[in-house]
Every structure is written in C-alpha cells, then in structure tokens.
C-alpha cells in the first residue's frame, strides 16, 4: 500500500480533513486579505505606529485570555462526550453553563482593560492621551462574548466550517476600511476602528450561528435545561479553572510577545517585531483548521478507549502536517526577507532575524499542534499547566537579559525555545500514556 493510499483509505483522516479544507479555503482568502491588511498599514503608519497600533490590540486580548477559561476546549470534552451518547439534556447544561460563565468574564475584562488602560499607556507605549485607545478596542471583547463557547458547538457540531465563512466575511469589511484609510491617508484610529469593527462581526455571527445549530440539535429552549442536570459539575469546574490556569500561563509566556517587547524595548521595535511575529504566524493558517477537526475526533477515540487507532490517528495526522510545515518553514527561512521588503517595505528590513528565529519554533509547534488536545482528552488537564508554567518561567527569566542585549531577536529565540521544550515534552507524556493505556488493553 503507497503512502498516499494510506491516507486515502482512511475514513477517520478523510474526514477531518474533508472538514478542515472547506475551513482553509475560506482562510486562505482571509490570509491574502489579511496579508494585504498589513502591508497597507505598516506603509501607512510606519513601525512606530504600527507598534503602536499592536501593543493596543494585543492588550485587550491579553487580559480577556488571562481571564478565560477557553470554553471552547470544555464544550468539546465534555458537550462533544454527552452528544456522543444522546444525552441532550446534559449537553446543553454545559453549552449553557459555558455560554453564561464567558459572557462574565468577558464582561469583566472589558472593565478591567478599562481601569488599566491609563497604566498600559504608560508602561508600554511611548505616546500620551492614547488611553481611549485601549478602552475603544476593548469594546470588541463585549462582541465576543459568546466566541469560545460557540466555537466549541460548532466543532462538535461538525459545522466548524462557518466559521471560515464569518472570518473571512470580517477580512473583507476590514480591507475595504483599511484601503480607503491608506489611499486617503487616513489616521491610526481608522485603522484601529477596522480591526474593531472585524472583531464585532465575527463574535456576533459565530454566536448566531451556534445557536442557531444548538436549537436544530438540542431542540427549541435548550437553554432552559437546569444545571442540576450536570451530574459531573465538580468535574467540569476543575477542567474550565484548569483550561484557564494554563490558557493564563500560556498568554503571559508565549502569546504575549508584543507586550513584553513593548516593556523593554522603544514602540518602532515592537513594529519590526510585529511584522516579523505576523507574517510567521501565516503559518497556523493551515494548521488551525485541522486543529479544530482533529480535537473532537481525538477525544472521541478516548472516550471509545480506541487506542490502536488513536495512535495510528495521531500518526498521520503529524505526518500530514510535517510535510507541509516543514516547506512552509523552509519558505520563510529562503525568502524572509523579500516577503518582508513586499510586505511592509525598507524601513522594516531589520525584522528578518527575527522572523527566522519565530519560524523555528512556530514550525515545531504546529508539527506536533496535538499535543495539549491529547493531554485533554486524557483527562490530564494539569500537566500542561506544570510544562508551561516550568518552562515560561525560564523564559521569562531569560528575556530580562536576552531581550535587551539582543532585541527582537532575542525576543524571537525565546518563544520558539519555549515552543519547542514545552510542545515537546507534552508530547513524550501524551504517547507515552496512549501506549500504557493501549498495552492494559491488550492484557
């Protein structure tokens, strides 16, 4: 049997991926769109506005992660488990009960964004009378109240696709803005306006959408179900403050970046930094919708404790994704510089060391992208919060030297050593429990 049979054959791997390539070809367009997004905006404000304009996004979603307790995860373990048994009534308890606990803490986040914005302006921007800034984004963290949540229905509910529909229907609003801000020589809040007004469309459609599923699925007023009804309530409880202990450790660590090269290094070098952490991030493009289809099938073989196919799942799937990561890597690493140069021009030139040091890790990262959905499938929600949290603090550690003597590039070095120890070593504990569990089968 050839390589490619292998694939063929396998309905389990031919539906995922089925699933994940009606959501990359909507993405693929919103990478082009997204693509010519930045390219007008870095020519337009230059890096330091364009660092600027950066720090004030990544603020806003910094403090709603540190917050969350990424609904989407729990409505997948556990709204995907009692689906797969008819067991409708607990289902929608949880859909329930996480929809009502991220409408808080959104809620939340806005007004602490809101109290703190005065400090962020301080301690991470050069600028003055910017404060509003940060208060006005964050208005997309009320518009998104309901996305984790309405994420996590949609993939169990197979229909994960919608959302490449709404991210890319939010690309195009977006670039229609921003174009007419960059051939009129518009200002930094017509820019931020625009990737506010993205936030609000895809936090409201997703929201439409899933409960427009959840009524076809779980029946007119689901939502009324009681939550007595969630017999493993104490379960659930350890699994979201879980999913947020560790969503918390990897916002600050990893997904944090601008705001910590913004703490020790001027706005114009957040800007390189931010083109630099941008472009490599086109690397999850294909790697995000075969994350979204593959977590519910993973727990799915858990739950049917199917652990020679989970493995040989596992297997194919990392076998697809180094194939096309490790060209997308070599492509960055070859033509950085020129993709650089077409995206936001010469005075940005000097993000390349950063960008090859980003591609490294971000390459690693997405070989092996399983690795934290397979931890959490196995009822292992602690370990990863222990990896990270060992891990970044080691980075952090080190950025206080590294990151002022050797600037972005020092930046960059850290988070893909922090990629590649802490997927690593979660990978080592999630095989290693799939074949212990696949060997007490067996005996």
């Known amino acids: 049997m050839s390589f490619l049979s292998k694939f063929k054959d396998d309905p389990l791997l031919a539906r995922v991926v089925r ?44 403090v709603n992660s540190l917050l969350s307790f990424r609904m989407s995860e ?30 808080a803490v959104s809620l939340l986040a806005f007004l602490i964004v809101v109290a703190t914005a005065g400090l ?35 993939q169990v509910l197979h229909r994960i696709e919608l959302q490449g529909v709404f991210n890319l229907a939010q690309h195009i609003i977006g670039t229609l803005i ?39 699925i779980l029946g007119a007023g689901w939502w009324r179900v009681p939550f007595s009804k969630l017999t493993t309530a104490r379960e659930l409880i350890r699994f979201a403050v879980s999913s947020n202990i560790s969503a918390t450790i990897i916002k600050i660590f990893r997904e944090s970046e601008l705001l910590w090269v913004a703490f020790f290094l001027p706005t114009s ?47 194919k799937v990392t076998s697809l994704s180094f194939a096309y990561n490790l060209a997308l890597g070599l492509g960055f690493i070859l033509f950085g510089r020129w993709m650089i140069l077409i995206y936001s021009g010469a005075e940005f030139a000097g993000a390349y060391p950063a960008l090859v040091a980003l591609t490294i890790g971000l390459v690693f990262n997405y070989i092996l992208f399983w690795n934290r959905p397979l931890l959490l499938s196995l009822g292992l929600p602690d370990f990863p919060i222990w990896v990270t949290l060992t891990v970044g603090l080691v980075k952090l550690a080190l950025a206080f030297w590294l990151i002022p003597r050797y600037g972005i590039v020092g930046a960059g070095a850290l988070l893909s050593f922090y990629y590649i120890a802490s997927v690593g070593i979660m990978v080592l504990r999630g095989v290693k429990e799939v074949r212990q569990n696949e060997n007490r089968t067996h005996h």
Do not use: C
């Open 269 to 315: 070098l957040v800007g390189l930094y931010s083109v630099a952490y941008t472009l490599v991030s086109f690397i999850a493009i294909p790697a995000d919708p075969l994350i979204s289809t593959t977590f519910p099938e993973i727990n799915r073989l858990v739950v049917q404790k199917a652990w020679a196919s989970l493995r040989d799942f596992l297997h």
């Open 74 to 103: 729990l409505v997948v373990r556990y709204g995907g488990e009692y689906l797969g048994r008819d067991e409708k009534d607990k289902a929608a308890a949880v859909m329930k009960a996480a929809g009502l606990t991220e409408a």
């Open 19 to 62: 699933s994940s390539g009606k959501l990359f070809s909507a993405n693929s367009i919103s990478l082009g769109l997204s693509f010519l997004q930045g390219l007008m905006v870095a020519r337009l404000l230059l890096p330091e506005g364009l660092g600027l304009v950066r720090v004030v996004m990544a603020y806003a979603s910094t």
């Open 120 to 154: 962020a302006e301080k301690y991470l921007t050069e600028s003055t009378d910017i404060a509003w800034m940060f208060t006005f984004y964050a208005v997309g963290l009320l518009a998104n109240f309901n996305v984790e949540t309405s994420t996590g229905a949609l």
């Open 178 to 216: 921003i174009g007419a801000a960059f051939l009129w020589n518009g200002t930094l809040p017509v820019v931020l306006t625009a990737y506010l007004l993205g936030k609000v469309i895809l936090g409201l459609a997703m929201f439409i959408a899933a409960q427009t599923q959840l009524h076809k």
